[in-house]
């Protein structure tokens, strides 16, 4: 049954950089991944074509996000800015990059962000993004490019918030669907030896529950690995939440769709748990 | 030749008998001897040592390879067993002056024992702290404030976004701002879009983003407030916390020292600290940066840990000593014994703290002895002043060069000066101690005690013993081979061969040493069960031929006639005088032939080597000597009216030594007396206006030099020397010599007086003057006195002749 099941295969790994303190934990993740599964990493900052839109719309003025004083918006000082910025991050990216002896490269591109992410994800295995962006307001809330991604994206996606750190414990939050069977090769790939995998599984159903588990046990044993199971109820799922909300340190994989499971759980998901979250989409499995 | 008084081969040596010494091997000696013959240093020693009044610090003197070190050494260190052992030293951290570091007393051992017990409070609270921040309590209490804050933050921020929505308005961050752009279902509008919207429109939305900037503004004005709100929250939060993880850890340990109030007030402000500042001795993320700016920004430069304020450095450790500390500093550089703060390098500037602060000698030193090279102190800069200031204010003020000279402005510590109390000794030589006394007014106040080193000591049946001890200490602490009774016995002759005297031993430890230790040497090279006569010999040859080099060029110019030295025949007013040369510790002689020349003149003797600026003032006056022996003798009612002149021939160095004096003379009297001299005897001698032949140094080697001469060219049975009869009980001869004078086939003459020298040297009586003040005839001093007339008369005459022809 699980036989023909793989891991995600990682051989190019894409970090899509802002100035944001999420996407700089994004790139701490994206370079122990690559690191672990010897891939190679590529770096993108965006300059953001409707920043540059901004300045030359008449009467529009910007406010000092510390000083709170108004001021003119030019297109010059939007450019400075952002090339300010991105000097940092290519820094950043390859002092990280060279501390680990990674291949890493880097790019700074022009336009717009969505777009230009859908584009270069085509060409990765793994697409790793910060949870939010810079806006200073949205500190746990998605970022609207992390809302594009995950509704529009064909690749596995590792979103990570700020101050979090790729580690253990490993969750595995599994839906018995083929999607959700990678989500726990995955977990498996990435799995220290002699710790456990923490599987989430949906016992709305006791006699589904008991079936899932079964299969999950006998795959452990073919697998050679330590697992613990968690159930949940979809009602209860936010006091599961609640007990994983101040881990810093960790993984959470989920399927991106899980059969039987309403969107807001993913939601959910996604708002509640600070750790990394590893997104398996469809796609991974074919 | 025999007619004259000639010395016996057996007054040219003093034997040690190797059967008076009273064993057969220094494996038979059991007692030690560390000084020899050095009571009235060791009185002195003794004396500094025990008096305890300010400024009695020794100054031991004498000249190097004494072993005055060693001694000075062992006295302090015999007297350190008895003596208490002093305290540790520690210096903290003062917090509220942290380029002031406190100095702490404290009993011996308590120092590193307070610093493990520091380091482990520092783990300990570490430890505790980390568990109440990290506790449940703490992370929830804290996450409520935090939460709070932004709530309040998120609560303003949605209202803005539902009032920008409401007037379809995308909030935008930029670069270095936020901003505010109209929108529709599609996104942000561009700038054509907006400017195709009517005037109206577009007043409106300029209107709508003006208000929602206002809003803005005011919501980012009350972050920072709501920010430092939350951050006092948090600030009585972790003094609580802290408070009590650590409350009981501080407790402890101030029970254990309660007794000290200077580490109590330590502990007590470690305390503050820590409750006051404890967010920031988290170990929060270990440095890592958690932005793209901190990444950047970031360098490997060293961290200091906060906790590492509360440090504590241990400057003087007396854990296990026992007793008061002996200290010798062999390199006493300012830093080496004032003590040092020593810098780390950080983002290319030099930083320090407390726990960079190094002792110096003079603090491991406090409460005991130290010992320092006088030279050597000297030499270092600054060394002796900062020597004198810490003796002077009895405390130790650890201050840079730079610092002290304000030569630096950079801001560097000033440790709390420690009281000292020391007992120095400075090794050095005479000189230094002369000059010191003369031209340093604070010397004589800071070292009143002189111990100063016998060079020798007479050789008596009692100190030939305790020499005899010294050797086997020797042998013992070298561990070397044992000496048998004929090996000492040679040791002790060529000790006194080194006193250049037969009635002393040289005290030089270092030259015994060296000699014990070559000899060994020679003595396993030839596998000898024992150190042996004859290697104790074959150290002795060998260590003069290493020096040896100087002297055989020398002779081999004088073999070859480059210089010319005759050793047969006769010649008028030519004589082979004796010189010394001295190469470090080797010395040897030479001939150097004297040549004379007399005319009519105003009775001067001209020394050339003094008109050439080549004489020392030793060897001019002993020239004017000579010119008041002639007046004295000779001319006391006719005018001297001679002109003579004397120089030491190819003589290119200098000359200095009034030595040559009676050969000079003997050189003039020949000349004057028109009597050749043989040139087969050598001389030597100063001589009196009298003509009396007093004593000279460097006997032995000077015979030593002409035999060597005359052995080369083969002896004639008339070859000899003539000597100062003071001299005698200075020879200490090599075998070969004393061999051929046993064969008659070289002599030495001692003489009181020059009439006998210059009897032996032209073959004629000198004479003695009768009742009438003549000598009688034929002798040198008639012919001398004849000769002296007739210039006189001559003089006369040439005066008249020269006065009829001017008329």
């Not at chain 1, 700089?24 to 991944?33: G, T």
């Not at chain 2, 000591?457 to 100190?463: A, F, L, S, V």
């Not at chain 2, 006194?496 to 430890?509: F, M, Y």
């Not at chain 2, 200098?654 to 003997?666: H, K």
Request: glycine residues 6%; contains cysteine.
């Amino acid at each position: 049954m699980t036989d023909d099941i793989q891991p995600i295969c990682v051989e190019r790994i894409l970090v899509s950089l802002d100035s944001s303190s999420h996407s700089f934990s994004a790139l701490k993740a994206a370079v122990e991944l690559a690191h672990h599964y010897n891939a190679s990493l590529k770096g993108v900052f965006i300059h953001d074509s409707k920043l540059l839109n901004l300045a030359n719309m008449p009467f529009l003025r910007e406010v000092g996000e510390y000083t709170a004083i108004t001021r003119e918006i030019s297109s010059d000082g939007i450019t400075r800015g952002m090339v300010v910025q991105s000097r940092w991050i290519t820094q950043t990216f390859h002092k990280l990059t060279n501390q680990t002896g990674l291949h890493g490269e880097f790019e700074i591109l022009h336009g717009n962000i969505d777009q230009i992410i859908d584009q270069e994800a085509e060409n990765c295995d793994l697409l790793v993004i910060g949870k939010s962006g810079t806006n200073p307001f949205r500190k746990r809330r998605l970022g609207s490019t992390a809302k594009m991604v995950i509704k529009e994206g064909k690749k596995p996606l590792l979103l990570v918030e700020e101050n979090n750190q790729l580690g253990h414990p490993i969750f595995v939050m599994f839906d018995n669907s083929p999607v959700g069977w990678v989500s726990l090769e995955a977990g498996r790939d990435l799995l220290n030896i002699g710790e456990n995998l923490n599987i989430l599984i949906n016992e709305d159903s006791a006699e589904e529950y008991r079936s899932v588990q079964k299969k999950i046990r006998s795959w452990a044993v073919e697998k050679q690995i330590n697992i613990a199971f968690q159930a949940y109820k979809t009602e209860s799922f936010d006091r599961f939440l609640d007990k994983i909300f101040d881990l810093k340190i960790g993984l959470f994989i989920m399927p991106r769709i899980i059969e039987d499971m309403k969107q807001s759980l993913i939601e959910k998901c996604l708002r509640r748990i600070s750790l990394p979250i590893l997104l398996i989409q469809q796609q991974a499995c074919d | 030749m025999t007619a004259f008084n000639e010395l016996k081969p057996s007054e040219l040596f003093r034997k040690c008998d190797p059967s008076q010494l009273g064993f057969a091997s220094t494996d038979e000696i059991k007692e030690t001897v560390s000084i020899f013959g050095q009571e009235r240093a060791s009185e002195a020693i003794e004396f500094g040592m025990n008096i305890a009044y300010p400024g009695y610090n020794i100054f031991v003197l004498g000249p190097t390879g004494m072993g005055k070190r060693e001694v000075v050494q062992n006295f302090f260190e015999e007297k350190a067993t008895t003596d208490p052992t002093p305290s540790d030293w520690i210096f903290v951290n003062d917090f509220a002056n942290p380029d002031k570091p406190d100095a702490i007393e404290l009993p011996p051992g308590l120092g590193s024992q307070y610093q493990q017990d520091i380091n482990n409070l520092i783990d300990e609270m570490q430890t505790a702290l980390s568990a109440a921040f990290e506790s449940e309590e703490y992370q929830n209490r804290r996450q409520t404030v935090f939460e709070s804050f932004k709530d309040k933050q998120s609560e303003l921020f949605t209202q803005l976004q539902e009032n920008a929505n409401k007037h379809d308005l995308a909030m935008i961050k930029t670069p270095s701002g936020i901003t505010f752009a109209p929108k529709d279902e599609e996104g942000v509008l561009t700038a054509d879009e907006v400017n195709e919207l009517s005037e109206d429109d577009r007043d409106e939305i300029k209107q709508n983003i003006g208000g929602l900037q206002e809003q803005l503004q005011k919501i980012l004005q009350q972050v920072p407030i709501w920010q430092r709100e939350a951050q006092d929250e948090i600030r009585e939060l972790n003094k609580e916390m802290a408070n009590f993880a650590i409350g009981g850890l501080i407790n402890e340990i101030i029970d254990k020292y309660k007794e000290h109030k200077e580490i109590v007030e330590h502990i007590e402000q470690i305390q503050d600290q820590i409750v006051e500042n404890a967010d920031a001795y988290l170990s929060g993320n270990g440095g890592e940066p958690s932005s793209f700016l901190e990444a950047v920004s970031q360098h490997s430069y060293r961290q200091t840990s906060l906790m590492d304020q509360f440090k504590v450095n241990v400057i003087v450790d007396n854990k296990d000593l026992q007793g008061a500390p002996v200290v010798f500093e062999n390199n006493p550089t300012y830093a080496n014994l004032i003590g040092r703060v020593e810098h780390y390098a950080q983002m290319g500037t030099l930083s320090t703290d407390f726990r960079m602060i190094k002792a110096g000698a003079m603090h491991k030193a406090n409460g005991g002895y130290l010992v320092l090279d006088a030279r050597k102190l000297l030499s270092q800069p600054y060394s002796w002043d900062g020597l004198k200031r810490a003796l002077q204010s009895k405390e130790i003020e650890i201050e840079s060069i730079g610092q002290a000279l304000s030569l630096i402005s950079t801001v560097s510590l000033r440790p709390e000066p420690i009281p000292l109390n020391l007992k120095i000794a400075l090794v050095g030589d005479r000189l230094l101690y002369y000059l010191l006394l003369q031209y340093d007014p604070e010397f004589s106040e800071l070292f009143k005690v002189e111990a100063d080193f016998e060079t020798e000591i007479e050789w008596d049946n009692h100190n030939q013993d305790l020499y005899a001890k010294l050797i086997a200490s020797i042998i013992e602490k070298e561990n070397t081979k044992p000496f048998n009774n004929t090996a000492v016995a040679r040791l002790i002759e060529q000790s006194a061969r080194l006193a250049n005297d037969t009635e002393r031993l040289n005290t030089k430890v270092q030259d015994l040493h060296e000699l014990i230790v070559e000899a060994d040497y020679w003595s396993k090279k030839n596998e000898h069960l024992h150190v042996t006569y004859d290697d104790v010999q074959k150290a002795i040859d060998s260590q003069i031929k290493r020096a040896d080099r100087l002297r055989e060029k020398m002779q081999e110019s004088i073999l070859r006639d480059i210089n010319l030295i005759s050793t047969e025949g006769e010649v008028t007013g030519q004589i082979n005088g004796l010189s010394v040369f001295s190469l470090g510790s080797f010395m040897f002689g030479k001939p150097t032939r004297i040549t004379s020349q007399v005319s009519l003149g105003k009775g001067q003797v001209i020394d050339i080597e003094r008109e050439v600026e080549m004489g020392g003032p030793i060897h001019s006056k002993g020239v004017l000597i000579l010119e008041g022996f002639l007046r004295g003798r000779y001319a006391q009612d006719i005018p001297l009216s001679l002109s003579a002149s004397l120089v030491f021939e190819q003589s290119y160095g200098g000359v200095d030594g009034d030595s040559a004096s009676s050969t000079e003379l003997y050189a003039l009297l020949s000349s004057i007396a028109d009597v050749p001299i043989k040139q087969s005897i050598a001389a030597t001698g100063s001589v009196n206006q009298f003509g009396q032949v007093q004593a000279i140094g460097g006997v032995n080697e000077k015979i030593e030099g002409f035999f060597d001469i005359c052995e080369k060219r083969g002896l004639t049975s008339d070859q000899g020397v003539i000597i100062p009869k003071a001299n005698v009980k200075h020879l200490m001869l090599r075998q070969d010599i004393i061999n051929a004078v046993d064969a008659g086939k070289f002599h030495i003459y001692p003489v009181e007086h020059v009439d006998e020298g210059i009897e032996i040297l032209t073959g004629i009586p000198a004479g003695s003057k009768d009742e009438n003040g003549n000598y009688p005839e034929r002798t040198i001093n008639a012919l001398v006195k004849d000769r002296l007339e007739e210039l006189a008369n001559r003089l006369t005459q040439f005066g008249k002749d020269k006065g009829e022809n001017s008329d």
